[in-house]
């Protein structure tokens, strides 16, 4: 399609010229008269008519989503008029590169252009130690961190769109993979908590902070500073002995405060260790939490707290949880998540249900920024770009009152090229029937049943009589529509296809090789260590080629060795159960001893459900590590 821009800014041109081939579109003289005017209303329009077109934008990133508007509607209708009015001053998108992928910088500019088109005008790149700091050849080594020019690059495309970058650090806690070496000793409270009422300590915060903002133009950061359970736990506590917790931590952002001050920053800092310390239960979403109005006055004023709840599902309690924030002085930031760190796929369900009743509620209680959070936790075994539906319904909630279902499944599949019923099949691994993902932390089989050992069966009797293997193969029946047509997500569809029929014959393989061997099913027994696990361990291995070759294409290189180390041991773990049953089948041994160990529920008090464990270390086996 030729489009002929007139009234267009210089400063739309290096945006608009990133996006011409991705949206499939040329700025020819002889093309569609488009007149682009700045407004000063806060609203985007974009209409067509007589062959004239026009986008009307007030801020940068919206002129970019009104564009996408017009080229989506040019294409079916002759005329229209389409009128929208952002919710939100901010709305942004925060992806994790520290748990471990570290997303190439080509990477986050394709997210850029994505989010661009559904009107999204902050990001942050969440970094622990994944930035350099030239003082400190070991923070963030052999972890894949940034360069500064990689950052500065990023943030000035990042511009291009309209597109705030906003470096998101910590200054607390989340540090163990830089304390763990040795010359980091004085500045420890515990294994991943800064020591606070140090010197060094605030030397290296603010090494940390001007380091990891010298390369963007904002003067906004986030500081962190969440789930600092250990704070003033452990060399602290040796050192000067027990002290109230919020006093620590009150003063401990002061003097961070002061740092950033001294840097002419804006902070921001993750809310919950202000709510842990007034709870009974150290619980964060507690209602009756009463922090005592003399503390409150104590908090350092021009620090914006950041709200984050990826987990509740009621709009009352969004709004209630609001309104306990502006208690502390003002509105706050929201964080809500996509649910990409639950294992190797990703939970719509739960990020539908959360996001919409929160943003909801963020609307109503006036809440003006808000940002979705893709979190890598343990290992980053999800690919954020199955998040992309997540940050479309995050999008529309910011440009309209209420969501239209229709609306949200067209503008995706515009913005991205993605086949929607596709992504939502992806999305329903961890939804078995039996399944609870309206708990506050979901059931998560599909982590649990690729990584569990197939002779120790952890979770076995959990699952028992629940027909997993028919749940995997129904969804793989779903993907098959999309494996054989050419996609730009050709790679994604083939993964979780892959990963379907893997757990298809995997989720129950120790069931069935358990019954076998307890009945003296000989005959059974072999073809299931002859056939069924060799076709196992095929599979598994296709998958580990197909995942190795989605992190080289999106990632740095470093991290992928955790994913290697956990899909080697699982194919090891599967030679060695065959080996064990022809060992037994032959005579050489007289019995498999993991076979004649009682089947336990993994959930000594969950006898009926499926049950969650998202930790690697505790699903691969009970032994220690």
């Excluded at 190439?104 to 252009?113: D, I």
């Excluded at 962190?224 to 009150?250: P, Q, S, V, W, Y």
């Excluded at 992309?388 to 209420?402: D, M």
């Excluded at 982590?447 to 959990?462: A, C, E, H, R, S």
Aim: proline share 3%; with cysteine; glycine share 8%.
């Amino acid at each position: 399609m030729n489009l002929n821009f007139y009234g267009l800014p210089d400063d739309l041109i290096s945006g608009l010229t990133e996006l011409g081939s991705q949206l499939h579109f040329k700025m020819d003289e002889k093309g569609i008269p488009v007149k682009i005017e700045h407004t000063s209303e806060n609203l985007i329009e974009v209409s067509l008519e007589n062959n004239q077109g026009t986008i009307k934008y007030h801020d940068k990133v919206h002129f970019f989503r009104g564009l996408g508007l017009f080229l989506q509607s040019v294409e079916k209708q002759s005329s229209f008029k389409i009128v929208e009015e952002p919710q939100f001053t901010t709305i942004g998108a925060m992806f994790d590169c520290s748990r471990n992928a570290v997303l190439k910088p080509g990477t986050v500019k394709s997210f850029m252009r994505y989010m661009a088109l559904m009107g999204f005008n902050m990001m942050m790149l969440y970094t622990e130690d994944t930035y350099t700091l030239e003082s400190d050849p070991y923070f963030g080594y052999m972890r894949g961190r940034y360069t500064e020019s990689e950052l500065k690059e990023i943030d000035d495309y990042g511009h291009s769109f309209g597109i705030e970058v906003i470096p998101c650090i910590q200054t607390l806690a989340h540090l163990s993979s830089y304390l763990r070496w040795s010359h980091t000793e004085s500045i420890q409270d515990t294994s991943d908590v800064l020591l606070v009422r140090n010197t060094e300590t605030y030397d290296f915060i603010e090494k940390m902070i001007a380091a990891s903002t010298h390369p963007f133009r904002t003067d906004r950061i986030h500081i962190g500073m969440d789930e600092a359970h250990g704070l003033g736990r452990g060399n602290f506590l040796d050192r000067i002995g027990k002290k109230d917790r919020f006093t620590l931590m009150t003063e401990h952002l002061e003097k961070v405060k002061m740092i950033t001050d001294k840097l002419k920053l804006k902070p921001m800092v993750w809310s919950d260790m202000y709510f842990r310390v007034w709870s009974e239960s150290n619980a964060y979403y507690d209602l009756d939490i009463q922090v005592p109005k003399e503390v409150l006055q104590d908090i350092p004023e021009g620090v914006q707290l950041v709200y984050w709840d990826y987990y509740n599902e009621s709009e009352d309690f969004y709004s209630n949880f609001i309104r306990m924030h502006v208690d502390f002085g003002s509105k706050p930031v929201f964080a809500g998540g996509i649910w990409t760190w639950h294992g190797p796929t990703i939970h719509h369900e739960k990020t539908f249900i959360t996001t919409n009743a929160a943003l909801n509620a963020c609307k109503k209680e006036g809440v003006q920024e808000v940002f979705a959070t893709l979190w890598g936790d343990d290992g980053a075994e999800s690919n954020y770009y199955y998040g992309l539906l997540g940050l479309q319904l995050f999008a529309e909630h910011g440009y309209s009152n209420k969501v239209d279902q229709e609306k949200l499944k067209n503008r995706f599949e515009f913005c991205t090229g993605g086949r929607y019923e596709a992504f939502w099949a992806i999305g329903k691994m961890d939804m078995h029937p039996a399944a609870d993902w309206h708990k506050l932390i979901p059931d998560s089989p599909t982590k649990y049943l690729l990584w569990q050992d197939p002779l120790l069966g952890l979770f076995d009797k959990q699952i028992q009589n629940l027909d997993f293997n028919k749940h995997y193969q129904t969804i793989h029946q779903e993907l098959k529509p999309y494996l054989d047509k050419e996609s730009t997500w050709d790679a994604l569809y083939e993964f979780a296809a892959t990963l379907c029929f893997v757990l298809s014959i995997k989720s129950e393989i120790g069931l069935k090789i358990v019954e076998r061997y307890s009945n003296n099913m000989k005959g059974e027994l072999e073809e299931t260590s002859e056939k069924e696990l060799q076709l196992l361990h095929d599979g598994i291995s296709k998958l580990r080629d197909l995942h190795r070759s989605q992190w080289m294409d999106h990632n740095k290189p470093f991290g992928w060795e955790i994913l290697d180390i956990r899909y080697g041991g699982l194919l090891a773990r599967i030679e060695t159960t065959r080996q064990r049953i022809r060992d037994y089948l032959s005579g050489r041994i007289d019995g498999i001893d993991e076979l004649e160990v009682e089947r336990l529920y993994y959930e000594p008090g969950l006898k009926k459900g499926v049950g969650k464990e998202v930790k690697y270390t505790r699903i691969a086996s009970p032994n220690v590590f």
